[in-house]
């Protein structure tokens, strides 16, 4: 058993951090595979920040990782004294949590021979926290190592890509995906239909196979687009969906917020309903951050909401396409009817274009351009 048998279909990366992790271990190896500072990047779900636990598991367990030891245990939680795991919900990350951070990760090792420091969103980093991190990667402690998490290498300030080792994971594939969860004693119909409605993003498709009612949902936002007939639907339609991310994201943050406020106040000694004067500010400092993670989870949602109606014009393409797929070769199998008929019923060039305009809508979000507005302008184009 190795802390490296829960990464999927990445063989590559692994063979990268095994010589890595034997190169940290053995005093006199010359070899230039291990170093101070990497970048972990891929697209969501590959399991960026998995890698780099599992990358700190087997560099702080004296056995390279047997995913059996505590050691091996609390890092992959996060948990491990020599583990400092930066872990954000809100849509940036500030310069005062990276000197905190930078002051903790110079404390010599507890245990381990190394101090371990993830920040699973480098990407969230603003541009002076960037800055500050940067020197602590330029003058590193011989015994920190800094694990950077990342979607893409241009996420990144060029100075930090350029002294970090990156490694790129790739999607995993939907067999490997539909494997993992059969293993995991989902029927085989429900792995594949879960892994291929998940693209290779390995937490949503468990989530999907786990709920009936996420499939469901996701069912019903792919027919969403079928029933926009004029302007009138197309705007009612957004409204729909937009709502339904808002919905979401409230359900999901409320309880997690009251939990959090809770705790905080109790540890602030909260007497009756008055907090003692550092615990106010505390309390409405943690309400800001609560604020803009709901923020961040509207537009995580839509995201995924866009990515799923893409996949719909992804399967009407190959059917305009090609003479004779196979049905197994769409994305939504279990949607062979609609597709059929909105592929017999247009051109390719129209998908094409409805795809194009998916995919701007979700940059614009990114780029924070108002949510309704933006996915208003997108359902008149997929009228
Ligand atoms: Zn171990």
């Known amino acids: 058993m190795s802390v490296f048998d829960s990464l999927i279909d990445q063989n590559e990366t692994v063979v990268i951090l095994k010589d890595a992790v034997a190169a940290a271990k053995n005093n006199e190896d010359e070899s230039q595979n291990m170093t101070h500072a990497w970048l972990f990047t891929g697209p969501p779900g590959s399991g960026r920040s998995n890698t780099a636990l599992a990358f700190a598991a087997a560099l702080l367990c004296p056995d390279s990782g047997c995913n059996s030891c505590v050691n091996c245990a609390t890092a992959l939680k996060g948990t491990h004294a020599d583990v400092e795991l930066i872990r954000t919900e809100g849509l940036s990350i500030k310069i005062d ?22 920040i699973e969103d480098a990407d969230r980093l603003t541009e002076s926290a960037a800055n500050a991190l940067l020197k602590a990667i330029e003058e590193p402690g011989l015994r920190t190592v800094w694990l950077l998490c990342a979607p893409t290498l241009s996420d990144v300030l060029p100075t930090i890509r350029s002294r970090t080792r990156n490694v790129t994971l790739r999607t995993p594939s939907v067999e490997a995906v539909t494997k993992l969860l059969e293993s995991e004693s989902f029927s085989p119909q429900i792995s594949e239909l ?43 339609c957004a409204g729909l969906l937009v709502d339904a991310a808002k919905r979401e994201a409230e359900a999901d943050a409320s309880t997690r917020n009251d939990a959090e406020t809770s705790a905080l ?71 062979e009817r609609e597709i059929r008929i909105v592929a017999a019923g247009t051109s390719p060039e129209v998908t094409l274009k409805k795809l194009e305009a998916i995919m701007k809508t979700r940059t614009n979000l990114a780029r924070n ?15």
């Open 194 to 236: 879960s892994a291929k409605a998940s693209q290779g993003h390995i937490g949503r498709a468990r989530y999907l196979a786990n709920n009936p009612e996420a499939r469901t949902r996701r069912t019903d936002i792919l027919k969403l687009p079928l029933t926009i007939t004029d302007i009138a639907s197309a705007f009612k």
């Open 369 to 383: 351009a108002a949510p309704l507005l933006a996915v208003e302008a997108l359902m008149v184009q997929l009228r």
């Open 97 to 118: 949590e990276i000197r905190e951070l930078i002051t903790r990760a110079s404390w010599t090792p507890s245990v381990a021979q190394y101090r371990v420091v993830i």
């Open 265 to 335: 106040k109790e540890a602030w000694g909260q007497q009756g309903s008055r907090v003692v004067q550092g615990g106010a500010k505390a309390v409405k400092e943690l309400e800001k951050e609560q604020k803009s993670r709901q923020t961040r989870m509207v537009r995580d949602y839509l995201d995924r909401a866009l990515l799923d109606i893409a996949t719909f014009y992804r399967d009407t393409l190959l059917v305009q396409n090609m003479d004779n797929f196979q049905a197994s070769e769409l994305i939504n199998t279990d949607m």
